[in-house]
């Protein structure tokens, strides 16, 4: 059985801030917290322009929020902020370093529902860098399940799945299962670390076209988008990710 919760709270407790932005091991509030205003401008921000929409009186639900790296700027541009995380450490450090966030509900869930929010209700939901980390298949369901659930008719999504290259499928889950097992207890004699070789970490890939085929499935529009991610302001290198985002669609379809 695939323990997210536990392994999250590990690797909270061993190096939060590390494990939520794994490019640096030298965070501190200030740099951290920067880097999650300055993502939030060119992943947010951007979307929303484009859309020509003004957010200040949206709902919002943010998946995977970590010690709240975005949330914080988040929370400066909607109405309301739904946070959550699977692990109870990083909701924990999340609520002590955005204490005084009054628009934030920070809450711990089981990686897959949303059960405090009501069907209908939502009017954009966030996953960025997080998905990618998702161990199965069909945990990525279950969240997209929960996205349709939860957005209002015509609400905004915009979403991170990991793909795979070239766009085909990977080994099955049960060998990355078994392969991640080994390469966990293997690790300390391997020099690998522990906390960055299973599928908590790793996550489940997708064919682009498998994306595009589950999102339309739960009645929701489908574009995407190859996005600069700002990597270049932190790192001096610019990357580009794969997003998926539309509208929950207002008629069944």
Aim: glycine share 6%.
């Amino acid at each position: 059985m695939l323990n997210m919760k536990e392994e999250w709270n590990e690797r909270a407790k061993d190096n939060p801030l590390y494990y939520v932005s794994a490019f640096s091991k030298d965070w501190n509030d200030e740099s951290f917290y920067r880097w999650g205003e300055i993502q939030t401008q060119i992943v947010i921000d951007v979307f929303f322009r484009s859309l020509h929409l003004c957010t200040s009186d949206f709902v919002m639900l943010e998946i995977g929020c970590g010690a709240g790296r975005m949330t914080r700027a988040l929370a400066s541009r909607f109405r309301k902020v739904f946070a959550y995380d699977v692990s109870e450490e990083y909701i924990r450090i999340a609520k002590n370093k955005n204490h005084y966030l009054k628009n934030v509900v920070f809450t711990v869930n089981d990686g897959l529902s949303f059960s405090e929010v009501d069907n209908d209700s939502i009017d954009f939901v966030f996953s960025g860098w997080t998905m990618q980390h998702m161990p199965t298949k069909n945990v990525v369901i279950k969240n997209i399940d929960e996205i349709a659930r939860v957005l209002k008719p015509g609400g905004f999504y915009k979403i991170d799945p990991l793909l795979t290259k070239h766009g085909t499928l990977v080994d099955t889950t049960t060998s990355r299962l078994l392969s991640s097992r080994i390469v966990r207890y293997s690790a300390s004699h391997l020099g690998l670390n522990k906390l960055v070789v299973t599928p908590t970490w790793r996550g489940a890939r997708f064919a682009e076209e498998e994306i595009i085929e589950i999102l339309s499935k739960h009645n929701l529009t489908v574009d995407s988008s190859l996005e600069n991610d700002g990597w270049e302001l932190i790192q001096g290198r610019k990357t580009l990710r794969r997003w998926f985002h539309g509208q929950k669609r207002t008629v069944l379809s």
